[in-house]
């Protein structure tokens, strides 16, 4: 769709997200507790934070194209629920900490907000709802199960994507009024994409930059470590090349998306314990 030396679509950007999610978690997992403070342990790691911007951003777009929302909604709590529940029984009965926080709380929340700013009138009003859970577990800690793993961070990242997107339609429907040009003539252009991406890539840099000055100030209100967050921004490369197509979408690659975040933990525990072993 772009004239550039690289495209993406939404099955490319899964993948990307995907594959630096599996990066990330074996320099956890794995580099980090057999060669802790290592070169690898920092690159897997910093490589790794390009995964949550990609998926809050495909979350975003996912509320924003889908025939039926209701359904994007069950799925993400029904992995909330497994995933809380697997966190649960591996903290508590094997005594293994795994993660901190379900990170399907955060896209859940995130994609509800967006549900509600999406329904007519006094309707939106119930975006307060999500929000109010995501504040409650920001000042009140939760278990593991329960809690974000991203806290108001991975929110107003997810949310903000799709604010940023009706900002950038407000300014261009401004914009080509004021030349004569068709405003839904030019959602068919690639610079209608293009001027998307740019203002979602704006949008995850903004966050980051005031994250990280809220962490200067005050870590414990940030509750993120920035310094290694903050290389978060470079999502924004893929996310500025995204083309608006879905791509590849058989149902096989959609339920897998899903299975593949349980499962890699599995494989990972499976590679330390058999290290362990040997070591």
Same mark, same amino acid.
């Given at each position: 769709?772009?004239?550039?030396?690289?495209?993406?679509?939404? /099955?490319?950007?899964?993948? #990307?997200? @995907?594959?630096?999610?599996? =990066?990330?978690?074996?320099?956890? &997992?794995? !580099?980090? *507790?057999?060669?802790?403070?290592?070169?690898?342990?920092?690159?897997?790691?910093?490589?790794?934070?390009?995964?949550?911007?990609?998926?809050?951003?495909?979350?975003?777009?996912?509320?924003?194209?889908?025939?039926?929302?209701?359904?994007?909604?069950?799925?993400?709590? /029904?992995?909330?629920?497994? #995933?809380? @529940?697997?966190?649960?029984? =591996?903290?508590?009965?094997?005594? &293994?900490? !795994?993660? *901190?926080?379900?990170?399907?709380?955060?896209?859940?929340?995130?994609?509800?907000?967006?549900?509600?700013?999406?329904?007519?009138?006094?309707?939106?009003?119930?975006?307060?709802?999500?929000?109010?859970?995501?504040?409650?577990?920001?000042?009140?800690?939760?278990?593991?199960?329960?809690?974000?793993?991203?806290?108001?961070?991975?929110?107003?990242?997810?949310?903000?994507?799709?604010?940023?997107?009706?900002?950038?339609?407000?300014?261009?429907?401004?914009?080509?009024?004021?030349?004569?040009?068709?405003?839904?003539?030019?959602?068919?252009?690639?610079?209608?994409?293009?001027?998307?991406?740019?203002?979602?890539?704006?949008?995850?840099?903004?966050?980051?930059?005031?994250?990280?000055?809220?962490?200067?100030?005050?870590?414990?209100?940030?509750?993120?470590?920035?310094?290694?967050?903050?290389?978060?921004?470079?999502?924004?490369?893929?996310?500025?090349?995204?083309?608006?197509?879905?791509?590849?979408?058989?149902?096989?690659?959609?339920?897998?998306?899903?299975?593949?975040?349980?499962?890699?933990?599995?494989?990972?525990?499976?590679?330390?314990?058999?290290?362990?072993?040997?070591?």
């Amino acid at each position: 769709m772009f004239k550039r030396p690289w495209a993406l679509d939404s /099955f490319h950007l899964k993948l #990307i997200a @995907l594959t630096t999610m599996l =990066i990330d978690h074996t320099g956890v &997992i794995i !580099v980090g *507790a057999f060669w802790p403070g290592s070169i690898a342990y920092s690159l897997l790691r910093i490589i790794g934070r390009i995964a949550f911007p990609l998926f809050a951003f495909m979350i975003s777009e996912g509320m924003m194209h889908s025939r039926h929302p209701w359904k994007y909604l069950a799925r993400l709590l /029904f992995m909330a629920v497994f #995933i809380g @529940l697997a966190i649960f029984i =591996i903290n508590d009965f094997l005594h &293994i900490s !795994v993660l *901190a926080g379900n990170i399907f709380i955060d896209l859940l929340l995130g994609a509800s907000m967006i549900f509600a700013l999406r329904q007519k009138g006094y309707w939106k009003l119930s975006a307060i709802i999500p929000a109010a859970v995501g504040i409650f577990i920001y000042v009140y800690p939760l278990p593991a199960p329960l809690s974000m793993d991203y806290q108001i961070y991975g929110l107003v990242m997810i949310v903000g994507f799709y604010l940023m997107r009706l900002v950038a339609n407000y300014l261009m429907r401004r914009q080509t009024r004021q030349l004569g040009i068709n405003f839904i003539g030019f959602t068919l252009t690639p610079q209608y994409q293009k001027q998307l991406n740019l203002y979602a890539s704006i949008w995850l840099l903004t966050v980051n930059l005031i994250w990280y000055i809220i962490y200067l100030i005050d870590p414990q209100i940030a509750n993120m470590a920035m310094g290694a967050q903050s290389y978060s921004f470079m999502a924004a490369l893929f996310i500025y090349a995204y083309t608006g197509n879905r791509g590849y979408n058989k149902k096989w690659f959609q339920y897998g998306s899903y299975a593949f975040y349980p499962l890699h933990f599995l494989v990972l525990y499976g590679i330390y314990e058999l290290i362990a072993l040997i070591i």
